[in-house]
């Protein structure tokens, strides 16, 4: 894993608010199929981190880089357009459409019939549409939502909800899923049915990179640790050595006294 | 010169009119994130009560004026609490208490014309329309009327916001629902009052413009589309937004049609542009929320 | 080819049944055909794409008066006319998008309402090139393959703008593009999240129901031989929003059955209760928000849900 | 008090017209042996203000026709359609009529409107009356079997300027407003004015919703004109130019169209108008009107302003032209129409007849009186004719 070429590389990632700098200086890399965890205290710049990456946010200075191509400060669609999809903290479904039909919309940016072939009806155009609702289907039984395919996304619980965004995300054929705390506010067998949904996504080769909150979630699962304070750095490493960081205990995890210990 | 002046003094009660209005916009909007294209209606429907106050049953104009405002205030507070108040809390999408309110003005109109017809009725300004001369500024009675009680509502809207308590939890909720009903701040009140005071602000609108031509039904629709004008064009954030873009809609529409050579049918296309080029340009309008907290 | 027999057999109902009519049947009917049309695109425009702009009978006055323009003064035959008049529109529905778009909510609506007030500015102010207040008149529908296009005629045409219209809308809905416009009205900041360019496919819809309603527009303009500016003002602007939220918002069912209701109670109720018609048809519009946003194709929606329920229910 | 009393006058107004409507009705009752007549009329629209009185003299003319047995043998049966003002709607309405079988159409719209159910009547050519002014409708469409019996607004200002000759007027305002019919009369003033040599050196328009006339006054008043030509239609903007017009102490006549005969404006613009001359169509010393007057006077209890003269003689002009044909074929009575020449009705100055002789517009060019606003009502006639 160690030897393959970086996916994304992160150099000198800035952002300010005002006179407050949010992210101060962030480098960092992440690689096909692992999964890199996203830590830190409350404030510290991690949803900062994650709104520029995804394009919401525009960095104040730095840059991303995408298979050596910059790519940072490119509206958020065209960021997805690159293969880099995210979900949201708070769900955020399309609440007038079926949760198949929400999948389905992830899957816009494998889209490459024109509306012109869409009006003409071509088999190419209509082959699509249904490699695309098959692409939806098999993805919805990945994650486990086969009983509410047809389902409003309003009946959904907010579990489901979150596996719904999973789903819909992995439909755009990412290479690299963002996840924003996902495990908040699921309940401990949820928490363990997305822990194996995101392990699943890497074995298929899809980097992902997790911010979160429960370390009792991220650490088992993560191949590597960035921890966050004050917007910048202060370590990266595998789980158990930040574990051990005394910098990374003073600044968070000491507080929340030995919160990977039974992991 | 002294035309001008004359002038100025017209337009700015012609511009304290639309202030009001946009106020009443204005104060829907601000807790609520709704705009009630029925303020105009409310405008109407508050010069309609003054008329049948003041001209059919003769009351005296300073229990009519009070008296139509609060008809209007009820209104007002009746439409929140069996239109947009179950929208609210079944968590409707944004739209939805837009639209109801769009319905409703179609049935305030319809119930007024039901009830008065298509006529035009005179309604009396209780100094009548004597020229007065201050200084160099010369106008009638009425449009001194206008400016001095638009300037006394708006004054107290703003000490109301920026010097009581109550005010401060309008502000808060306007800047943050949830937040706010997190601090123990009455929602539904709030909403509900939101409401009576636009109503009755535009009650306000409609009576003191009322006897400068007649009160009648079809003066609804320029009273909606003159008020939400000035408020983009003053902003949606500020109580003074309001009546500073009023009063700047109505020089540019009354400077344009005495001193631009252009058909002055042509002129009435002055609103809509300003209104357009607002919302491209700075949609925010000219005064900016202040920053939060 | 089922699917297809089917369109080709609506469209066959629909076009016998102006020949069963007496002529004011017959009126009413063009009409209505041309109000449904215009509630199908629009119901694209703002139950779809939830973009609540009020400039959709503007561009049916502006097709209608550019083609009959450039048909009687610039001397254009009408196969030209019409597709001149469909390019002035789509550009200048591509200018009000590029701009428009960016707006949100109610600011849409604004700009759009001041559009349209515009419009009816310039019409009234046109001088002979609109006829101005009066509009213009005096005019007739050439003869179309040599064939002189009487009341049956025009409301055949009516319906192939109509089925056009639906058929393309259709299609594209059910496409990655309808998915893409409903993402959109649902969560603009997901929708973009997930590789969908807001503002272009804003745009793009904005300026081809815009199209569709220019067209019908066109048709229209060739009912009675006159356009004049008060047909095209804001007051059926409105109404036409209302057959969308009473039918039922996003659903081109609900938008057909929005219109065909609100026209035909205007044509028929009024007759009957009066002027009360219009204030039970601003009740009628409260009342349906309130109690089924989806409007009535939601409430069938929600008692054949009920039924299926219950059904399921005895059967275990 | 004041409120009771207004209630009990909208109360008897309702009755009425309930009443009439009855009475209008009545004798309908087989519908094979009445002689039906349609009116397109706005009941819930923005014309509804003079459409509705004019409706009142439509529906008292029926009656009284019926009372007196008819016509040929059949009574009249009015079959009533509201189009609000609505062009496209009045069209459709127009069509539902001849449908339903009417012998003839009696426009109560405006002329946008009026003009839109035009091109459905053409195609049958049944004959179609209105009093509408607009100098237009007879002039854009050739529509052989449509009447217009109102005075144009050609004639109105050939009138006015007739009255204001002895004024030697070298220059003059024209105000208007923007409604179709006040931009239709403030055109052929403009010609009428031009063609009398007089300068028009101001054209200003008071739209709709306005808040005030001030700038376009002040214009007038800076052009400093011999006389001020009133077009505008609308109640609540001329009154905001007659405020103007006091407010900035002009005085200069001030000559108005026949919308200024609207009684609205001596409620709305009350003491404003003292000595405003303007173009009335029905001069009260004429025999034929005083005979409406006489029975409107029974019917309502109440002297009539001129508004229900102009359905009175939309419904007589009918009546006479049927008698006349001795049949209700349209052919038939489109040539009793345009024959009607010589037949006079309450509209006109004394003396004066419809005269279709000339074109389908027929109230006679000497027709139009001038009167004057005296103790906020109005006054004697101070002129007639264009001479």
Sequence with gaps: ?263 | MSDLLELLVSATASGCVYGLVALAYLLVLRPTGVVNFASGEWAMMGAFAAYVLAGMLEVPTVVAIPGAVLVLAVIGWATEWFTVRPLVERGAGHLAPILALLGMLVIYHQATLLVFGGENYPLDGPFGFNRVELGPFAGTSQSFFIIVMTAVIFVAVWLFFERTVWGKSFEAVAINRRAAALMGINLRLVTALSFAGGAAVAAMAGLLDGPRGSVEVNAALPFAVQGFSALIIGGINRVEGAILGGIILAFAEDLTRRYVPIPSGLALGVTPVLLIAFLLVRPTGLLRAKEAG | MVALMRWVGGAAVLCVIPFLLQPYELDLYRKLLFWVALAISYNFLFGISGQMALSHFAFAGIGAYAVVILMTQAGLPLGLAVVVALALAAALALIVALAATRLEGFYLALATLAFAQLLIVVLNEGGSLTGATGGLTNYRLPPIFGFVIGGPGTAIIMIAVLLATLAILLRIDRSWFGRACRAIRDNSEAAAAMGIDVARTKTIAFTTTSVMAAAAGMVYAFFDNTVNPPVFGIDNAIMLLFMVIVGGSGSHLGAIIGAVLLKLSQDFLEPIVGHYHALGFGVIVVVAILIQPKGLIGMWDQIRARRVAARKRAAS | MGIARTMIGAGLRVLGVAGLATGVMAGAANAADTIKIGVITDKTGNARFYAEPVLQGIMLATKIANANGGVLGKKIELLIEDDSNKPDVSASKAQKLIDAGVVAIISNSSSTATQQAQNTTIKTLIPQVTHNGSDTLTRKLDNKCFFQIGPLGSIQIRTLMAYARSKKLKTASLVTDNSALGQILAKYFKIGLEKSGVKVTVEEVIPAGSKSALPQMQKVRAAKTDAIFVAGVLARENTLFFRAYRQLGLKQPIMGSFNLSIPTFLRTAKGLMEGVTFIDAMDPAKPEAQAFIAAYQKEFGKKPFSLPAYGWDDMNFLIQAIKRAGSTDKAKLCAALQGSTGWAGALGAKGTAYDFSKGRAGFNPQGAVVRVIKNNDHGPVVHSGTK
Aim: with cysteine; hydrophobic share 45%.
């Design chain 1, 1 to 263: 894993m160690t030897g393959e070429q970086p996916l994304i590389e992160v150099r000198g990632l800035t952002k300010r608010f005002g006179g407050l700098t949010a992210v101060d200086g962030l480098d960092f890399e992440i690689r096909p199929g692992e999964v890199l965890g996203l830590i830190g205290p409350n404030g510290a710049g991690k949803s900062t981190t994650f709104n520029v990456i995804s394009g919401t946010y525009q960095a104040s200075a730095g840059s991303m880089r995408l298979d050596g191509e910059e790519i940072l400060g490119l509206p958020p669609h065209r960021i997805a357009a690159r293969g880099i999809m995210r979900t949201f903290q708070h769900n955020m479904p399309f609440e007038g459409m079926s949760v198949a039909e929400n999948v389905m919309v992830g899957a816009q940016t494998t889209v490459r019939s024109t509306l012109g072939r869409i009006l003409l009806g071509t088999a190419a155009a209509r082959a699509e549409e249904q490699a695309i609702r098959a692409r939806a289907d098999e993805l919805i039984d990945f994650v486990g939502l086969s009983e509410e395919r047809d389902a409003e996304v309003t009946s959904l619980s907010f579990g489901q909800g979150r596996l719904l965004e999973t789903a819909r995300a992995l439909a755009g054929e990412p290479r690299i899923i963002l996840f924003d705390e996902p495990a908040a506010g699921l309940t401990p067998s949820e928490c363990d049915r997305l822990g194996v949904i995101i392990r699943g996504i890497a074995e298929r080769g899809i980097a992902v990179l997790l911010i979160e909150h429960d370390m009792r979630f991220l650490l088992p699962l993560a191949d590597r640790v960035i921890v966050l304070n004050f917007g910048q750095k202060i370590a990266d490493g595998t789980p158990d050595t930040i574990r051990t960081d005394p910098a990374v205990v003073d600044a968070y995890l000491g507080e929340a006294g030995g919160v990977g210990a039974d992991a």
